[in-house]
């Protein structure tokens, strides 16, 4: 009998002897076991970490004063091929729940399908949009079907582990974010239809939709920044959003199921939060009576493999989003406790966990006006909020015959003697703590392996261009376009234009075996003087992803998608055209240790500095290597890719993720302001430069260092193996 199974078992004789009953709610809060409950929950996406991490993440959560874990599920991590589902290694689910319960946690499962989540393609699998007829989120057979079945296997496979069955799974989500998409009638039948097909699961637990459409009997959850007003956007957490919510649905509770923490874009500088605006925003979310608050995220993590991707739809402006998923919450992506805000919050948990009955025991609190911009929540007589709600001014106010200082945006908190038992001023700027710069681990000697302009394993000739996704079915996001061209001797222009061409995608061009030019798209490239006669134009495409949402999505498209291709204003769109994908090394899979020896390397030499599409390799001990699982005494390791452009980095035959070496711009305002500001010193510096190789990924001798650079390194000592002791100072 496999682990697993007997597990299985044992969980379902343990709910059955215990009479576990339903998980339920009441206007107040989420009930188990004839209790109401204050969910204190934190953000942790198993596929973004491996399984060595989960446990220590779980003991940061439960050290923090936390009880809950929040998860999405990827569909298109597990099931990457029609019909071939993985639930092993990163994705082994059932692992992950056992090991929340053994830490003493709850775990809120984000079913979907789609997730959003900034995940490739908002966690569709690509062989989903080449069904025929099928429409993404909305009522259309094919799509439904397929989203039913998905549910079907996942529940089969997660069941033993809801709540009433003796796991730790005590609410779970369908659909995610949803608006009508593409039409309201039809958004309607089929949000009612996903309502209806989760409750016919019976899960004994409840299904919640979040921060849009909520349909049927779900219960409706918020996502987003605390704000105070209700005009700057009335779909986020406010005293008006929680007004409306108890009015529509007076017997649900206030649940917060993604507090942001934001993330990262290529090309933008780091961005980061204050640790009192976030204490003031979720102190101002319990004060008016929420009992659910889901800090999104508590750890980011990171998109390994190919699993970044990019917001916005196909053809906007919205910018890669970076392999370190929200670095800046509570332990950043390298597994890092951010200090002093993590003890900052501890202390606010702890405070909100030691009054739990005065919260739940009480009706949610109206605020008593203690004068202009403060007020007062009384939960009882020994425990009280009060709060200083103006943005730029400082109020002393009395209250119970005890005077308080107020800070702009400040929530204390009280007991019932009037002791201040927290200040959410005190964690001002505490994130700005000095960061320490990464030790390199050793000398890298490194070898290398070009590939031939042009040339993959796998090929499609046709008279137009072909879509890049629909050729690789995602197993790689590389594409080479090439075509002849009889140049006339005359040109208009040395320009090569792609109209229509998806944004947020990077193109080579390379003319008669030399790369040119190379950028993003959405731009014209110079592809220098042309003389007149026949030329060989390759162009590779790297994806960047897909777009993790947006209307239509199994329309949204990569590589060279174009109306009309124009070089030197020849149109060139219909020339016959070349496809070539799976370049030798990703075919030989040269990145592991199976596939390192099937092609000849050479030594690195100063000839190589430059040379496009060119893989390398090392191999480096790491004596002093210790897998240590306490916060004091962490070391992680990355990869610091200074020196490189853009590509792809494995380590002992593990994807850490796309590297992309594109200065970040600080661009005012900043992008979510006024809710976070760029990180200080990070503007003009790479967004990422340091990738982070999970300790379960290493070991102390031989480990083997991949790296596929696109554009070609420019200084290959710059590119080290290095190891952090804390947050790094840029990453």
């Known amino acids: 009998m496999s682990q ?128 025929p007829g099928v429409q993404f989120r909305t009522y259309n057979e094919p799509f439904m079907q397929e989203m039913q079945h998905w549910m079907e296997v996942l529940i089969d496979k997660v069941r033993p582990y809801f709540y009433p069955n003796g796991g730790p799974v005590i609410m779970a989500q369908v659909e995610n974010e949803y608006s009508y998409q593409p039409n309201q009638e039809m ?47 009335p779909n986020q957490p406010s005293p ?231 050729l690789t079915k995602g197993d790689t996001e590389l594409c080479w376009y090439s075509t002849s061209i009889d140049m006339p001797s005359s040109l208009s222009s040395s320009a090569l234009t792609m109209k229509g061409v998806p944004n947020t995608q990077v193109a080579y061009v390379f003319i008669d075996g030399s790369l040119v030019a190379y950028g993003e798209t959405g731009k014209d490239f110079d592809a220098g003087q042309l003389k007149a006669g026949k030329h060989e134009l390759n162009i590779l495409f790297s994806s960047l992803g897909l777009a993790n949402g947006g209307s239509h999505m199994e329309t949204f498209s990569k590589g060279l998608t174009a109306s009309s291709v124009k070089l030197g ?23 592991t240790v199976e596939g390192v020896d099937k092609i000849k390397w050479l030594p690195f030499n100063r000839d190589v500095i430059n040379r496009p599409v060119t893989w390398l390799k090392t191999h480096i001990n790491i004596p002093s290597m210790t897998q240590r699982q306490d916060s004091t005494n962490y070391t992680s390791y990355a990869m610091d890719m200074t020196g490189a452009y853009k590509g792809f980095v494995w380590v002992n035959g593990h994807g850490l993720g796309r590297y992309y070496l594109l200065p970040g711009e600080c661009k005012e305002p900043c992008g979510r302001a006024p809710y976070m500001h760029y990180r200080e010193g990070s503007c003009g510096k790479p967004t990422q430069h340091l990738y982070h190789i999970p300790t379960d990924w290493l070991m102390e001798k031989d480990n083997l260092i991949v790296i596929l650079e696109e554009r070609g390194i420019q200084d290959i000592q710059s590119v080290q193996l290095v190891a952090l002791t804390s947050h790094p100072a840029l990453d």
């Open 240 to 470: 008006r959003w929680m007004s409306d919510q108890v009015s529509s649905h007076p017997h649900q509770p206030l649940a917060w199921t993604e507090d942001q923490g934001w993330f990262d874009e290529w090309g933008t500088a780091q961005r980061v939060r204050n640790s009192s605006d976030i204490a003031y925003g979720i102190s101002r979310w319990f004060a008016y009576g929420g009992t659910y608050h889901n800090f999104y995220m508590f750890h980011g993590g990171n998109n390994m493999g190919f699993e970044d991707s990019y917001r916005g739809a196909t053809g906007t402006a919205g910018r890669g989003v970076v392999t370190a998923y929200a670095p800046d919450v509570m332990v950043d992506s390298w597994g890092h406790v951010h200090e002093p805000r993590y003890s900052f919050l501890k202390e606010m948990f702890q405070v909100l966990e030691a009054n739990e009955d005065a919260l739940l025991m009480n009706p949610a609190a109206s605020p008593t006006k203690l004068m202009d911009s403060v007020e007062v929540h009384s939960y009882g007589d020994d425990f009280a909020f009060v709060s200083n709600f103006n943005e730029s001014h400082t109020f002393s106010v009395t209250y119970k015959s005890r005077s308080y200082h107020l800070p702009p945006h400040t929530v204390i908190y009280l007991d019932g003697k009037g002791v201040v038992l927290f200040n959410t001023t005190e964690g001002r700027d505490s994130w700005e703590t000095p960061c320490r710069e990464p030790d390199k681990v050793g000398l890298l000697e490194w070898q290398y392996f070009s590939e031939s302009v042009g040339y993959a394993t796998q090929t499609n000739m046709s008279q137009s261009p072909i879509e890049l996704f629909k």
């Open 4 to 131: 697993h199974v007997l597990i299985i078992v044992l969980f379902t004789l343990a709910g059955a002897a215990g009479g576990r009953l339903n998980v339920t709610y009441d206007s107040r809060a989420l009930k188990w076991d004839g209790r109401r409950r204050l969910v204190l929950s934190a953000g942790v996406h198993y596929v973004r970490s491996t399984v060595g991490e989960w446990e220590r993440l779980f003991k940061l959560v439960r050290g923090m004063g936390l009880n809950n874990v929040e998860t999405y599920v990827f569909w298109n991590y597990h099931e990457h091929r029609r019909r071939e589902y993985k639930f092993e290694e990163r994705g082994d689910l059932p692992q992950f729940l056992e090991l929340a319960q053994k830490n003493n946690l709850t775990v809120t499962l984000r079913i979907g399908p789609y997730a959003c989540a900034e995940y490739f393609y908002g966690g569709f699998p690509i062989w989903l949009r080449e069904l």
């Open 187 to 233: 958004g309607r039948k089929y949000a009612d239809w996903a309502i209806q097909v989760a409750d016919s699961f019976d899960i004994g637990v409840p299904w919640n939709m979040c921060h849009g459409v909520c349909a049927g009997d779900a219960l409706c959850t918020i996502n987003g920044f605390w704000q105070d007003t209700y005009d700057h956007n």
């Open 569 to 591: 204003g020849v149109e060139i769109v219909n020339n016959t055209w070349t496809m070539a994908w799976m370049l030798p090394g990703e075919k030989m899979r040269v990145f």
